[in-house]
């Protein structure tokens, strides 16, 4: 398996798409497309947020991840992953990640922090509400007084013009069903 950084737009949005639609389930409402929309929009845009996918030997996607950069651009935090095949490809993926970024992981139960454990992020810190902050080793921060926030996307106001605007609306939604239905075979 190797790791893939999912550059091209259109193999990148059809990959976010599934990765927000594997992420949030068909429950959701509107956050996948939320997300999505706001993903493509604004992180891409700006270059703030990195799609990567583990493919196998024949360029098959089998896990997902999306990375978003802090505040000051110095790390980046797993905001989304996702198997897609294979059980244990989020587990390599992050495992790669950390090897090569500055990763920054945020859970809220001890099953995720030990999945991330396995997965190389082994500084820990107690951080707001009960989460759990873990770093890897390409992580410059040595304390949780140096983190800068991770970058956020606004989602009322993503939202709001969904609502406001029944074109914008429409647009994003056929992206993203767009997304879902060229989801590729070969990366």
């Excluded at 993903?39 to 999306?66: H, I, N, Y």
């Excluded at 082994?122 to 009960?130: A, H, L, N, S």
């Excluded at 390409?138 to 993503?158: F, G």
């Excluded at 605007?165 to 993203?176: I, M, R, S, Y």
Aim: net charge neutral.
């Amino acid at each position: 398996m190797k790791v893939v950084h999912v550059n091209a737009e259109a193999q990148r949005n059809a990959c976010l798409a599934r990765l927000c639609a594997e992420v949030y389930g068909q429950e959701a409402g509107l956050t996948p497309l939320v997300v999505f929309t706001g993903t493509c929009s604004v992180f891409f845009p700006q270059e703030a947020a990195r799609l990567f996918a583990a493919v196998d030997r024949q360029g098959k996607p089998q896990a997902l991840a999306l990375l978003v950069l802090d505040e000051e651009g110095e790390g980046m935090t797993v905001t989304h992953a996702c198997a897609l095949d294979q059980a244990d490809a989020p587990q390599r993926l992050i495992s790669e990640l950390t090897l090569k970024a500055p990763l920054r992981v945020e859970v809220d139960n001890a099953e995720r922090e030990a999945f991330y454990q396995k997965s190389g992020i082994k500084r820990w810190f107690g951080g707001v509400d009960g989460k759990r902050i873990g770093l890897g080793a390409r992580h410059p921060a040595k304390s949780i007084r140096e983190l800068a926030p991770t970058l956020v996307l606004d989602e009322a106001l993503i939202l709001r013009r969904f609502k406001h605007d029944p074109k914008a609306f429409e647009t994003a939604k056929q992206a993203f069903l767009k997304g879902l239905n060229d989801f590729p075979q070969s990366l």
